[in-house]
């Protein structure tokens, strides 16, 4: 057993040391088991990740004689160029990250109203505001009025050309103001950028703001649930911003295929329609499933069966043989008369919590209270739901993150709203978790769970919560925030193995009760992993080489460079051709034995060489590199590989593929 | 008509202190409607767990009984947090009395709204299998109800829930249990085309 160099506990200077963790186990007993509590000086534990800087609230933004105080709660992130806009309770603070071990605190902007959930673009500036105690004066009295035209539920909007001084543009009032927010880009309409509004909260009056109404749509049409709204804001007027879409994303939802609805339902009920089907009795299908119909559906109709032919006394083996003939169309048509008399049925839940989009490939993912949707989104102000998934053990689905490829997609179940312990042992391992689905066209197909694999204490608020992709090519890894459960980094790019590489974590605020705080959101930018602590401040992450990512992939990762992101408008990402996106697949094909290692080392060695020389001798090195990577299914890869998943010879052929296009790439580079 | 009934007394610690107060927002504050909301959830979610804590003896199916183990983990967690709240605001704790909301001085709990009636939790006790399933549902539908109109009554009084954890915690109350109410809706489909009920 190798020997966890990497784990620094107590101080991030304990892993200045210049050696790694390079075994392919997770350390046990797991280090983030038992750290002390405290707010500054909580215990902490890491593992293939390095704690770059961790900066307090400002002091705006922090009541030092109240650890956790919820006004000062920090939440999302948005960047642009040097700076973190990070999102609070009170307002926003603007860091300045150009040296990442020393932020500077650039502006404290104090706006109450909670989740302020913000994002980018351009010199624009978004900020969601959803509580009651918002005002659009940015004061901080407060809103007492039951009605009142100084509250500001919706969505602020500033102009941050200099962004040292924020200036307010206008607001866009929605009815249950906005919880999260998206900021939406479309390829073709490029003088408008769109903002998808999500908003759980309650309705409010209509004498707050005309036209909002809780009524059901049957009675209102125009009902502000069971909606959400598009903002379309001109870029050349941002004062013209506006509500130009309210869409139905969630009518005549059928009941979706639950899946796990309790494994032991599934069971019990399949063998209830073989046993059935085995006695001759009557079985229908009804949503999807088998299911065996009892005797009082069957009873009254054979006996109309009988008394249809005139008889009289028992069924005859004929009776029942035309029931069983007819039986799925008088179950059919049973359903569509009960569920005519329910519009409740058609309408799905009354609201997204948030909605990833991904607009180069024209699709979102929205997480919409009980169920995961496919959006297609071409037409960015009328998107269409095209798929649905429900999830016996999701209680509340809260966001999504599309891998690169778009052909999978990770639902998070944020159970318990973010403020509830349920990472304890007693919790289930399937509940508050990730749930993986692969995606083809417009179906989604359930692949497995993912969820922090270390148990928290009950003092300690975690579950599910938001993260983006490392871009490391050839793989999807992604970090993750799980309150108080700390960063979470794991490999999903087997669907069906999820599996954790990295993390960090501390102990709880306070030993003896649970005062929020952790990890709000973990994102990927420029190269470091950036985390909104919500009591803690702002941290920041350096990735460190181990036996599941090499130094190569980690410096691939780093030549992806964003002037701006925002987590839920997901970019396509594109690696420049570069001699270290070749050596990162060399590593992937070496850890999964896609390849013979006399192979590696030879692709290795003339890539070395290659990138010594220059101008035509480097494109001939390149081009004849390329030619001597092994033909497609010619891979050696007889079984797993160290990280226990399929080696299989068609992972390797994609790895291979994907060198020969980065030499050939670089061979043509000017 | 809101009445002012102490600001948050960790703000009031803050104000003594020698470290310069920072100019940061104004504390909040709470009124007795918030009180009201949080003290009377406590007996409302006791309710819930009784009902839910019913279901593996109760002979209800694996998918009544997984919503139930879920409730019963959610309110448990929600009972705590509102009793951690009402101490630290020195105010009078209720206990989790599944018959109602229990108020100081009064001999008798009362019903929020959407709970049940002794006679509906007896008719409950007395169900098992399918009828446990159908009938559970049926209540905890009217109880997630009851708790959402507790919700719009907390919003629809001047000066509540303007306290950070009060939003949240009404927010979070409304938009699980609407959930939990489709999810629920659709059980009870899919159960009354099933073998009772037709």
Partial sequence: MSVLLAIGIQSAAACATTKFDMSTTAPNPDPRVGLRAGWFDAGQAAWNIRLVSTTPPSEQFINRSAPGDFQFINSDLAFVGPYVIQGNFSGLQVWDVSNPKHPRLHRAFVCPGSQSDVSVYRNLLFVSGEALNGRTDCGTQGVPDTVSHERLRGIRIFDITDIANPRHITDVQTCRGSHTHTVVTSPSDTANVYIYVSGSAPVRSPNELAGCSTAAPEVDPNSSLFRIEVIQVPLAHPEQARIVSSPRIFQDLAAPATHGEAPEDIAAAAKAVADARAAGGFVATINGRDRVMPPQFIGPRLDSIVKARGGSGAPTAADSAALRAALQNIVDRFIAAQRAGRPDLHRGPTQCHDITVYPAIGLAGGACAGYGFLLDIRDVAHPQRIAAVADSNFSFWHSATFDNDGTKILFTDEWGGGLQPRCRVTDKREWGADAIFTRSDSTLTFQSYYKLPAPQTPNENCVAHNGTLIPVPGRDIMAQGWYQGGVSVFDWTDAAHPREIAFFDRGPMDSTKLLGAGSWSAYWYNGYIISSEIARGLDIFELQPSGFLSQNEIDAAKLIHFDYFNAQDQPKLVWPASFVVGRAYLDQLERSHGLASQQIAALRDGLARAERLSGQARRDALNQLASQLPAEGSGAAPSGGVDGRAGGDAAADVKIRALASVLRDLAAAP | ?198
């Fill in chain 2, 1 to 198: 008509m809101a009445t002012l009934l102490a600001v948050l007394g960790t703000w009031a610690c803050a104000a003594g202190g020698s470290r310069p107060v920072a100019p940061a927002p104004a504390p909040a504050s709470y009124t007795a409607a918030d009180v009201h909301f949080v003290a009377g959830m406590i007996g409302h979610h006791a309710q819930a767990i009784e009902m839910a804590g019913w279901a593996p003896t109760h002979d209800a199916s694996p998918s009544v009984r997984a919503l139930c183990e879920r409730i019963v983990v959610a309110q448990r967690d929600e009972i705590a947090f509102a009793q951690r709240w009402l101490r630290e605001h020195h105010e009078f704790v209720p206990p989790a009395d599944p018959r109602g909301h229990v108020m100081p001085g009064m001999d008798h709990p009362t019903l929020m709204p959407g709970m049940l009636t002794p006679e509906q939790m007896a008719q409950l006790d007395a169900a098992r299998g399918r009828e446990f399933d159908r009938l559970f549902l049926t209540f905890m539908i009217q109880h997630h109800q009851g708790a959402i109109t507790m919700v719009e009554q907390l919003l629809a009084t001047p000066g509540a829930a303007q306290e950070g954890p009060i939003f949240r915690f009404a927010a979070d109350v409304n938009a699980d249990q609407s959930t939990e109410i489709e999810r629920m809706t659709r059980m009870l489909t899919a159960l009354g085309s099933g073998p009772t009920s037709p």
